[in-house]
């Protein structure tokens, strides 16, 4: 049996990109100058959020309410999926206000590169009734996808990192959602 040339060409194409390179590129928020997806409202982008949150949940459980804050542009049906998906009883999200007294529990970043992604979350614990900066911590979930399956964390990691670092950038850019 031979094959001619017309036909090789695109049945080595189709191969070459699916086993190598057209794998998905996010990168939530967006960045300066880059080509990268952005949709906070993607089902693989709030999927890995979803798997990253209970992860962290999962190896930190919590005893008090925690309101998760997602990415900027998220929507209310991305909310209810992500967080109705988690939910103890102990998960609450507003789009818009921070509930005084909750811990919080932000999405920060999401990179996915193809079949691997790292969602940053900010834990911010409440002290004495009030927001205080100085317990918060960056955690870094890693995750993997197989082919035609679901997320799943492979590792988790805790940074030390000054609280101020890592709560400054998301004054701005997540507490409101000017659109909503």
């Known amino acids: 049996m031979t094959i001619d040339r017309p036909t090789l060409y695109p049945v080595l194409a189709t191969l070459?990109?699916?086993?190598?390179g057209c794998g998905l590129y996010v990168n939530?928020?967006?960045?300066?100058?880059?080509y990268a997806?952005?949709?906070p409202n993607d089902p693989t982008v709030y999927g890995a959020?979803?798997?990253?949150?209970?992860?962290?949940?999962?190896?930190?459980?919590?005893?008090?309410?925690?309101q998760v804050v997602l990415a900027p542009g998220s929507t209310?049906?991305?909310?209810?999926l992500v967080?109705?998906?988690?939910?103890?009883?102990?998960?609450?999200?507003?789009?818009?206000?921070?509930?005084?007294?909750?811990?919080?529990?932000?999405?920060?970043?999401?990179r996915i590169r193809g079949m691997d992604a790292e969602v940053d979350l900010v834990h911010h614990h409440v002290q004495g009734g009030g927001l205080d900066p100085a317990p918060a911590v960056l955690e870094t979930v890693y995750l993997q996808s197989r082919p035609f399956?679901?997320?799943?964390?492979?590792?988790?990691?805790?940074?030390?990192?000054?609280?101020?670092?890592?709560?400054?950038?998301?004054?701005?850019?997540?507490?409101?959602?000017?659109?909503?």
Not at 16 to 20: A, G, Q
Not at 76 to 80: D, I, K, N, P, R
Not at 153 to 178: E, G, K
């Open 16 to 20: 070459s990109c699916l086993l190598v």
């Open 83 to 110: 967080v109705d998906g988690l939910n103890s009883g102990q998960l609450a999200w507003s789009r818009s206000v921070i509930v005084e007294g909750l811990d919080l529990m932000v999405v920060r970043q999401i």
């Open 37 to 39: 997806y952005h949709d």
């Open 28 to 34: 939530i928020p967006a960045q300066v100058g880059d």
């Open 76 to 80: 209310a049906e991305t909310y209810t």
């Open 149 to 180: 399956g679901s997320w799943r964390a492979t590792r988790s990691r805790v940074w030390n990192i000054d609280a101020d670092q890592a709560l400054a950038p998301l004054i701005s850019s997540v507490w409101v959602h000017d659109e909503y």
């Open 49 to 66: 959020a979803r798997v990253a949150l209970a992860e962290s949940l999962q190896q930190r459980p919590v005893a008090t309410p925690v």
